[in-house]
């Protein structure tokens, strides 16, 4: 199956980080939080798709993510917390080369994403909780992560947009 089948099949649409993305899932139960502006589903779930050569630019939002593999290519997800510790983890099902299907991302912390060198695309999941709002999503510029973190230039240069 190629990457522009799932697309298709999925009805997956451009996301603003990088990737097609489709929602599959908003809990009906919502809630209101101290620190977020407005009210707030309990989780959300979405398909993410990325093609190689592409990347999901650092960004962070102030709930937890999930991501879950599904198919194609390991994804590599590269982490920078507020304390500035750096973290890469891949996401994918050969177990046995220290993948994990499933990973998650601390609300608060940077991350960005790529498909492993040699692949042609990667299909995920991901579950956010409290629900996803475009209101909790951040993405700096290059030039203000590097000035937030400049010890990470090199990785930051790589996966953020100019």
Same mark, same amino acid.
């Given at each position: 199956?190629?990457?522009?089948? @799932? #697309? ?8 603003p ?5 489709r ?16 009210i ?14 592409? @990347?999901?630019?650092?960004?962070? @939002? ?6 879950h ?17 750096y973290?890469?983890? #891949? ?8 993948e ?7 609300g ?7 498909v ?7 299909l995920a ?5 409290p ?14 992560? #590097? ?8 990785? #930051? ?6």
């Amino acid at each position: 199956m190629t990457a522009d089948t @799932i #697309i298709k099949e999925l009805d997956l649409k451009v996301h603003p980080e990088g990737g097609y993305y489709r929602e599959t899932y908003r809990s009906t139960g919502a809630l209101e939080l101290s620190g977020y502006e407005g009210i707030r589903s309990f989780s959300t779930g979405i398909y993410y798709l990325l093609l190689q050569g592409k @990347i999901s630019a650092f960004h962070k @939002i102030k709930q937890d993510e999930m991501w879950h593999f599904y198919k194609g290519s390991s994804l590599e997800l590269h982490i920078i917390s507020p304390d500035g510790s750096y973290q890469k983890v #891949i996401v994918g099902n050969q177990l046995n080369y220290g993948e994990v299907p499933q990973f998650v991302v601390h609300g608060g912390d940077y991350f960005a994403a790529r498909v492993c060198s040699g692949g042609h695309y990667s299909l995920a999941g991901c579950t956010v909780a409290p629900g996803f709002d475009f209101k909790d999503f951040v993405m700096p510029s290059r030039s203000e992560l #590097i000035q937030q973190f400049p010890k990470h230039e090199a990785i #930051i240069r790589e996966l953020t947009h100019s």
